[in-house]
């Protein structure tokens, strides 16, 4: 369903495994900074009514999804460490030239945030099966069903706004670019490094 040109290598969770407060802080920000870009994505583009409508409610959303990790962390005896760089998402986020129309601008933005999403799921879906601790594969399994529909949204997005076979074709050569990424990482205790 997600499309994915290079499933993440599944020795990934025992990086996890053994790093799982490292993890939790990770996915705190990745959450934070999802609220973030559909909060941008508001601001960037306010004529666009019903993404803007979709953006509040997603903002929202990904701030409860901090506040449920972040609440994971305290359960744990932990405190929130601090932001690191994404490595995966900055490296994404350079396939596509700067500039061009404002549509233009759009339609790569919301790809950029499907492919995010959608590579978040995909590693959720792994830590939601292999994870050892059974209430935390649990709460990946419910943030692995949120972040599919996330993908889905983006997507659709990039889609109605742009010209679909234009779209369609930008989206393959992503996933492409995003597969030779991915290649590179697996290996660092974070949701997508």
């Known amino acids: 369903m997600l499309g994915l040109k290079l499933p993440t290598d599944p020795r990934w969770v025992n990086i996890v495994e053994k790093n799982v407060d490292e993890i939790l802080t990770d996915h705190a920000y990745c959450e934070q900074k999802a609220a973030s870009t559909a909060i941008s994505l508001i601001v960037s583009f306010p004529e666009y009514p019903e ?10 959303e990904e701030m409860g999804h901090f506040k449920m990790v972040h609440d994971k962390i305290i359960a744990r005896g932990k405190t929130l460490g601090r ?69 889905t949204m983006f997507l659709k997005f990039a889609r109605h706004y742009g010209n679909r076979n234009e779209v369609d074709k930008k989206w393959q050569d992503l996933l492409e670019y995003e597969a030779e990424i991915v290649k590179n990482l697996g290996r660092n205790e974070t949701i997508h490094g």
């Open 51 to 60: 993404l803007v409508e979709e953006m509040v409610a997603l903002s929202r």
């Open 83 to 151: 932001d690191r760089k994404d490595d995966y998402v900055l490296q994404l986020v350079t396939f596509f030239p700067k500039g061009g129309s404002r549509t233009t601008q759009l339609v790569h933005r919301l790809l950029y945030a499907a492919l995010i999403e959608a590579r978040s799921c995909e590693r959720f879906r792994l830590l939601s099966e292999e994870l050892e601790d059974k209430e935390l594969a649990e709460f990946y399994h419910k943030l692995m069903i949120s972040e599919a529909s996330h993908y």
